[in-house]
């Protein structure tokens, strides 16, 4: 069974930041991209960052220049480092993992969400 687990999320001012994180664990193969996604009430989820195992990277528009995402191979974990904090980037922020576990003797590629860690900033 494979497991993200986030932490990080809070409450903050306005220009402020915050460091997310998340863990993958579980019977884990190989991790390919890994990313951030965002649902503030009444609004679709929407893509914040991503990461290839590559550490290419991908921002929405919105958070580029005052987001960095970024990833430790050897824990299985991604970071997002987050600036300037508007009240705007108010939303529960969710892991996303696309990787490869085993499910008896076969190997298959699945996508992971984690339970999602509020972050709130106050103007």
């Known amino acids: 069974q494979v497991q993200l687990v986030e932490s990080g999320g809070g409450l903050v001012q306005a220009g402020g930041s915050l460091r997310l994180s998340c863990a993958a664990s579980?019977?884990?193969?190989?991790?390919?991209?890994m990313g951030w996604y965002r649902q503030a009430p009444e609004k679709q989820r929407e893509l914040v960052a991503v990461?290839?195992?590559?550490?290419?990277?991908n921002y929405a528009d919105s958070v580029k220049g005052r987001f960095t995402i970024s990833r430790d191979n050897a824990k299985n974990t991604v970071y997002l480092q987050m600036n300037s904090l508007k009240p705007e980037d108010t939303a529960i922020y969710y892991c996303?993992?696309?990787?490869?576990?085993?499910?008896?003797?076969?190997?298959?590629?699945?996508?992971?969400w984690g339970q999602g860690t509020q972050v709130t900033v106050s103007s």
């Open positions: 996303n993992a696309d990787l490869r576990t085993f499910r008896g003797i076969t190997l298959q590629s699945l996508n992971y």
């Open positions: 579980g019977s884990i193969f190989s991790i390919n991209d």
């Open positions: 990461i290839t195992s590559g550490g290419s990277t």
